[in-house]
T-cell receptor, first 111, second 116 residues
Framework: GQSLEQPSEVTAVEGAIVQINCTYQ??????LSWYQQHDGGAPTFLSY????GLEETGRFSSFLSRSDSYGYLLLQELQMKDSASYFC????????????FGSGTQLTVLP | DTEVTQTPKHLVMGMTNKKSLKCEQH?????MYWYKQKAKKPPELMFV???????INESVPSRFSPECPNSSLLNLHLHALQPEDSALYLC???????????????FGPGTRLTVT
């Protein structure tokens, strides 16, 4: 099976930088994804890392270290609208179509 | 069009009712998913359809019955539900992962289900 760990809550102020970590245990790892979900909304895809290194998309970056079974999501120039839940999710070879989600990190951005 | 639509947005049903949730996508995706999400929890996978065939059933009770009439539509038929089944039901779609290195699931807005 798979297991993922991420912090339950993170608080930061507008304009700051925040990093949300995710460690995972899985066999046959395929890739790590990040999703954002606002209260009452649907999860929306942020990034996907299959290889080691940093992927940058605007203010958001995601990093993966396969050897450490670790990844993080980096949010820069925080805005109030970034307040949301952030989920890491793994896909592995046992079922390439299946995502297993972490428990989620509630990010609160303060003015 | 990168949208997944779901109907209805809200549903209240009694434990003896039969109802259906509907999901539609026109992105040409051949994998479609049903998830259940409780408040403050991550989405939990229920079913996966690949090329209109059920490929994963995560030991979901038989009171939930999925159906994939064609490559664009996904239904979830509900019967004799329990109050603990009240949740947000999310539909998602993706390209078949075997054909692409990237992997992104597109989620619909969900159906907020309340069982009384």
């Amino acid at each position: 099976g798979q297991s993922l760990e991420q912090p339950s809550e993170v608080t930061a102020v507008e304009g700051a930088i925040v990093q949300i970590n995710c460690t995972y245990q899985t066999s046959g790892f395929y890739g790590l994804s990040w999703y954002q979900q606002h209260d009452g909304g649907a999860p929306t895809f942020l990034s996907y890392n299959a290889l080691d290194g940093l992927e940058e998309t605007g203010r958001f970056s995601s990093f993966l270290s396969r050897s450490d079974s670790y990844g993080y999501l980096l949010l820069q120039e925080l805005q109030m609208k970034d307040s949301a839940s952030y989920f890491c999710a793994v896909r592995d070879w046992s079922s390439a179509r299946q995502l297993t989600f972490g428990s989620g990190t509630q990010l609160t951005v303060l003015p | 069009d990168t949208e997944v639509t779901q109907t209805p947005k809200h549903l209240v049903m009694g434990m003896t009712n039969k109802k259906s949730l509907k999901c539609e996508q026109h992105m040409g995706h051949r994998a479609m998913y049903w998830y259940k999400q409780k408040a403050k929890k991550p989405p939990e996978l229920m079913f996966v359809y690949s090329y209109e065939k059920l490929s994963i059933n995560e030991s979901v009770p038989s009171r939930f019955s999925p159906e994939c009439p064609n490559s664009s539509l996904l239904n979830l038929h509900l019967h004799a539900l329990q109050p603990e089944d009240s949740a947000l039901y999310l539909c998602a779609s993706s390209q078949d992962p075997g054909t692409s290195g990237a992997y992104e699931q597109y989620f619909g807005p969900g159906t907020r289900l309340t069982v009384t």
